[in-house]
């Protein structure tokens, strides 16, 4: 050993002038980093950008479908108890309530996503209209109490996870006669939406399909004006 390590092994240990060991630095966990942003399209909170941050998984509905979904949806918004199941950056169950929805539910299993989400709600001061929920889809699901139910369901899960059917199945069983439900898959692949559901519309972009369910009692209903669709006139 050398004599400058011999004498680096021996000496004593320096603490700062006030005789204490100095503090390590807390750390705190970093919010996730944010990929950019979306906007609410119409209503009371019109042109409200809400954060989408780099989460896995997590692939916001455009502004374009958006604004063609809440068009076919106008019609039965007012008065709706609407659910967000993956709720992600908040877009679907705020835009609803925003354009007249009573209340929305939005789901969202991550803990930072959902404490922003809960923050964006308070700075529109919509805390009686809207509850975030921090917990994973389908176990809320199970939990859920009897009777509750939902007027119109967004289920948009990550697609990689393959979520759909499970999600469906949990799902449509919490929804009123008359319910809607709009599903958001790849453009390449359609989950299977079990009778006496009715698909009513759909929209396919490059990336994803689109699609807009009608429950069994309200299958005489149309949206937005138009006769119910038919493969001539879906879109």
Do not use: C
Not at 67 to 88: H, I, K, M, R
């Amino acid at each position: 050993m050398s004599e400058n390590a011999r004498h680096a092994s021996t000496a004593p240990h320096r603490f700062p002038m006030n005789g204490r060991p100095p503090r390590r630095p807390v750390r705190t966990p970093a919010p996730a980093a944010v990929a950019g942003s979306v906007r609410i399209v119409g209503g009371r909170w019109r042109g409200t950008r809400l954060a989408v941050p780099e989460l896995a998984g997590l692939r916001p509905t455009s502004d374009r479908v958006r604004e063609t979904l809440f068009n076919w949806l106008q019609p039965v918004l007012p008065g709706a108890v609407v659910l967000d199941l993956f709720a992600g950056s908040g877009a679907l169950g705020l835009e609803a309530v925003s354009r007249g929805a009573a209340r929305a539910v939005l789901v969202e299993r991550d803990p930072v996503q959902a404490a922003g989400l809960r923050a964006t709600v308070q700075k529109l001061q919509g805390q009686a209209q809207v509850q975030v929920v921090q917990d994973d889809a389908l176990r809320w699901l199970a939990a859920l109490e009897a009777g509750v139910q939902f007027d119109i369901a967004f289920l948009d899960p990550p697609f990689d996870d393959g979520l759909w059917q499970a999600a469906l199945q949990a799902l449509l069983p919490r929804m009123a006669g008359s319910a809607w439900l709009y599903l958001e898959s790849p453009a390449t692949r359609a989950p299977e939406v079990p009778a006496p559901w009715l698909l009513h519309r759909e929209l396919r972009t490059a990336q994803a399909r689109a699609a807009l369910y009608r429950g069994p009692a309200g299958q005489g209903l149309s949206t937005s004006g138009s006769a119910p669709a038919t493969p001539a006139n879906r879109r």
